[in-house]
Each structure stands twice: as structure tokens, then as C-alpha cells.
T-cell receptor, first 111, second 115 residues
Framework: QQQVKQSPQSLIVQKGGISIINCAYENTAFDYFPWYQQFPGKGPALLIAIRPDVSEKKEGRFTISFNKSAKQFSLHIMDSQPGDSATYFCAASSGNEKLTFGTGTRLTIIP | DAGVIQSPRHEVTEMGQEVTLRCKPISGHDYLFWYRQTMMRGLELLIYFNNNVPIDDSGMPEDRFSAKMPNASFSTLKIQPSEPRDSAVYFC?????????????FGEGSRLTVL
């Protein structure tokens, strides 16, 4: 019930392409869905977050798409750049409860 | 603000030794979290505190693990005795849930290697 399933485990995208990472959840009480970005040797850092009252949120090249009925949300990175190479974690929480993280996606952007 | 500060950044020890990891959260944050990251299991929440009180330690793997938060600016995670399977990166994070975003601020981690 508390799981957040993330896919793919790893992803290789050509520079300038679109990177797409997907997450699915079961707990319908979840009401906060952040994405964290982690560079090697660093801790994760908040990238972008969405609440279920909207279906999409965009910040620069990063977009979260949210499908409440399917209980799925995804991260899209437009015009992917080598500097976007990192591990991405989706997460979810409800109310004032702790975050549940996905298992992570290692993204590599190749020239 | 300096962010969440963890020490040591790297620790190499031998099986059976005691390991103590330290964390200084961001001033004013009232939640502190300890996570463990491995390739196999990703990010696992071990324990979290609210106002220095442990709230949920269900993620602590065994009695060999213990965590304390004696005051609002310091926390420790102790492993005694350590085992090779404890090798991982341990992250401390802090947050202030009074903020609607609920953002976690992570430290840079302590990489533990148990030989």
C-alpha cells in the first residue's frame, strides 16, 4: 500500500532528446508527489513537486505529468543535456506523513 | 545557511567495530531523518525524529543500529557491532513540515565500508 514503483531502473537518452521516468502508487491518500535529483557523491535534492489538484506542472525543461485515476505520475525532461545525468527518485506522501521513495532511475545523457 | 552537515564523509572499518555517524540539521528544522542508500535497495528510511523525539524507527534493521538526538542541532546513528552488509551511504536529512512543500534537505552522506 505504501509502495511507489519507479521505472525504468536506468535510461540512456541522446542529448536534446526527451527523458521520461514513470512512477505508480497504490495509496490513494497520497497528496504530495516530489521528484528528487541526485548527482554522484551528493545527497538528493528536490527538483520539482506536484499536488493532485493539477495534472501537470512545468519548471523550465522539467515537467511532472499526473494521472490521478491511473495513480501514476511521470517526469519529463525536455531537451536533455549532459548535465542532467543523475539519479532521479520519485516520492509520495500523505498529510504530514513521511515520504515514500521510489527505487531510483539512473539517467545518462550521451552526446 | 550551511545546509545539513554530516561527518565523517567516509569511514572504513573492520567487522565488529563500532561506527558512529553524526549529523547537524539545518537550524530551525524540526524533523530529522536518517536514510541508508544501497544499489540493491535504493533509499531506505531508517528512523526519523520530530522535535528531538524518535517518531518512527521501524526501518532500523536490527538492534545493532541505534540513533539519538540529544538536542535540536545534533543527531547520531550508531552501529555496534558493524558487519560487511552495513556498507552503504548513510544520509541525514532535515525538514520543517510547517512548510507546505515538505521539502527534505539532505546532507552529502557518510559512505561506510565495513571490511
Amino acid at each position: 500500500q505504501q509502495q511507489v514503483k519507479q521505472s525504468p531502473q536506468s535510461l540512456i537518452v541522446q542529448k536534446g532528446g526527451i527523458s521520461i521516468i514513470n512512477c505508480a502508487y497504490e495509496n490513494t491518500a497520497f497528496d504530495y508527489f516530489p521528484w528528487y535529483q541526485q548527482f554522484p557523491g551528493k545527497g538528493p535534492a528536490l527538483l520539482i513537486a506536484i499536488r493532485p489538484d493539477v495534472s501537470e506542472k512545468k519548471e523550465g525543461r522539467f515537467t511532472i505529468s499526473f494521472n490521478k485515476s491511473a495513480k501514476q505520475f511521470s517526469l519529463h525532461i525536455m531537451d536533455s543535456q549532459p548535465g542532467d545525468s543523475a539519479t532521479y527518485f520519485c516520492a509520495a506522501s500523505s498529510g504530514n506523513e513521511k515520504l515514500t521513495f521510489g527505487t531510483g532511475t539512473r539517467l545518462t545523457i550521451i552526446p | 545557511d550551511a545546509g545539513v552537515i554530516q561527518s565523517p564523509r567516509h569511514e572504513v572499518t573492520e567487522m565488529g567495530q563500532e561506527v558512529t555517524l553524526r549529523c547537524k540539521p539545518i537550524s530551525g528544522h524540526d524533523y530529522l531523518f536518517w536514510y541508508r542508500q544501497t544499489m540493491m535497495r535504493g533509499l531506505e528510511l531508517l528512523i526519523y525524529f520530530n522535535n528531538n523525539v524518535p517518531i518512527d524507527d521501524s526501518g532500523m534493521p536490527e538492534d545493532r543500529f541505534s540513533a539519538k538526538m540529544p538536542n535540536a542541532s545534533f543527531s547520531t546513528l550508531k552501529i555496534q557491532p558493524s558487519e560487511p552488509r552495513d556498507s552503504a551511504v548513510y544520509f541525514c536529512a532535515s525538514s520543517s513540515w510547517g512548510r507546505i512543500t515538505g521539502e527534505l534537505f539532505f546532507g552529502e552522506g557518510s559512505r561506510l565500508t565495513v571490511l
